[in-house]
């Protein structure tokens, strides 16, 4: 079975153990060490969903609206629900609980774009308290981590050009302009027509190599 085929085929356990650090959390000496929490699209809770949701709608549903995306919370919903789409839960650092709430989320997929094996980072949110604390990077980070260990090519995102502080921030990360994202179009009326998002790339040969080295240092 490919790759990708296999490991969005593992139990959700298999999967964390195989693809994922030993341990997720996040934090400093000086701050609360947040938990994160791997779950699938099947795996949430209705109150972990409709959180991730809210978040979505609370931060980029005007962004949507005005892009050539536009606006759907039904099909966002469906998107969300996705068989394949994991998502890395950021939950209050005091209350573990399942019934925690959920303050931020990353959602990626193994998938394929364009022929090529990815990992696909769907959205990332944080609510805004925790906001420049190192917690999306490190969530980037953990993704990353899942793609290299299952072996794709590259990570990818799509992210809406009137974003530049995400922008800042992917490049930041070492993520540059993808071969597949769309250019300006030039109409009949010789109006050029700018796209509203742009999509991203980063590759984890790098990653690959560096685990190697580890394991051979």
């Known amino acids: 079975?490919?790759?990708?085929?296999?490991?969005?085929?593992?139990?959700?356990?298999?999967?964390?153990?195989?693809?994922?650090?030993?341990?997720?959390?996040?934090?400093?000496?000086?701050?609360?060490?947040h938990c994160i929490r791997l779950e699938s699209s099947s795996s949430m809770s209705t109150q972990q969903f409709e959180d991730c949701f809210n978040l979505v709608a609370s931060s980029s549903a005007n962004a949507y609206a005005a892009s050539s995306i536009g606006w759907s919370p039904t099909k966002k919903r469906k998107e969300m629900?996705?068989?394949?789409?994991?998502?890395?839960?950021?939950?209050?650092?005091?209350?573990?609980s399942a019934a925690s709430s959920v303050e931020g989320f990353l959602s990626f997929m193994l998938t394929y774009e364009d022929g090529h094996e990815?990992?696909?980072?769907?959205?990332?949110?944080?609510?805004?308290?925790l906001q420049r604390q190192g917690i999306g990077m490190h969530l980037m980070s953990l993704m990353e981590h899942a793609g290299s260990r299952t072996g794709v090519e590259k990570s990818m995102l799509t992210v809406f050009m009137e974003n530049e502080a995400a922008l800042r921030f992917y490049e930041k990360l070492g993520y540059t302009k993808d071969d597949y994202s769309p250019e300006p179009r030039t109409l009949r009326n010789g109006t050029v027509k700018m796209p509203t998002y742009t999509i991203l790339s980063k590759s984890l040969q790098e990653w690959a190599t560096d685990e190697e080295d580890e394991q051979h240092g």
């Open 1 to 33: 079975m490919p790759r990708v085929e296999d490991a969005n085929s593992l139990p959700l356990e298999e999967y964390r153990a195989r693809f994922l650090p030993v341990s997720l959390a996040v934090g400093s000496p000086d701050q609360p060490c």
């Open 81 to 96: 629900k996705l068989p394949d789409l994991h998502y890395l839960l950021v939950v209050n650092p005091v209350s573990r």
């Open 118 to 129: 990815v990992v696909y980072c769907y959205e990332l949110h944080l609510a805004p308290t």
